[in-house]
């Protein structure tokens, strides 16, 4: 297994290519303008901070888990802290494209900070990247060219807000560019949703809940080997409906068709639906149906 280098700053990432980062918390970098990469072989960078790399030609490829993924041009993939790509660097190799770097400190005190969680993309697989039209791009663009400008120019008060602020209108567009992809790949997804509801399906009826636990939104999303925040936005863009609710919501179907078996105690049901506790499926029940699982019973 190859050793994994952490990247624990913005400028450790610039240095490797004998770069200062433009400021200690975030840097926009021209990867075509950078001194070729003497590193050959596969590589295991942890970032702790934040990427964004535009890639301009389909010259780089990586890994992800067990994975490699070749990018075509214009190709949006996003980097968190704590994620550990791998990048397969050839003889000649040379990276192309742009990169948006920054430190979740520059994020402190700012809204931003405060709602970077709600851009789940971050925590997507390499397959799950964003390909943008060239209009989009030259968007894209644009963005990088006003943080660059920021960045340039001397620090004054304004600096930090300005930047952050920018960032975050880079990220507003990076969600309006996934939701159209989400509807350009409309029939792929359908299929993504057909294949959950009917796994979904199997696995509460045929004893699985009742030896692996409750259905989650996890295990769905490993069976079409997709991120599990891929998968939930996938699911609820299409449904209007988050996974973990269709999952709640089937759960309660199939509880209400057992409920009607004498033979069955509640526990019995609880346990057979993947609860290790019965009061934690009572409490769901009563929260989904408004009455207990054995009022619901005596009502009928």
Known sequence: MEKVINLDT????????????????????????????????????????????????????MKYGRKYYDFQEGTLVFIGP??????????????????????PDLLLKTNLGQIISKYSFFSYELSEALHLSQWERQIILDCLDKIRFELERDIDKHSKEL????????????????DRQFITRDVANDGVVHRFKRSLH?????????????????????????????????????????ALEIIQSKII????????????????????LGFKHPQHFSRLFKNKVGHSPNAYRTMH
Request: charged share 20%; proline share 3%; with cysteine.
């Open 202 to 242: 199997q696995y509460l009826h045929s004893g699985l809940a009742g030896e692996l636990g409750c259905p989650s939104v996890g295990y769905f999303a490993n069976e079409q080997y997709l991120s599990a925040n891929y998968f939930g936005d996938l699911i609820k863009k299409e449904t209007g409906k988050s």
């Open 163 to 178: 930047i952050v602020s920018n960032i975050e209108l880079f990220l507003r567009y990076c969600s309006r560019f996934y």
């Open 10 to 61: 913005v400028n450790d990432y610039c240095l490797r290519f004998e770069q200062t980062a433009q400021h200690p918390l975030v840097s926009v970098m021209d990867l075509h303008e950078l001194k070729r990469n003497s590193q050959k072989g596969i590589e295991a960078l942890k970032f702790n901070f934040y990427g964004i790399f535009l890639k301009q030609n389909p010259d780089c490829i």
């Open 82 to 103: 704590g994620q550990i790509v791998q990048i397969e660097n050839s003889d000649d190799y040379i990276p192309s494209g742009h990169a948006l770097l920054f430190h």
């Open 253 to 272: 179907e199939v509880a209400k068709e057992r409920i009607f078996d004498p033979s069955k105690t509640v526990s019995e049901i609880a346990y057979e």
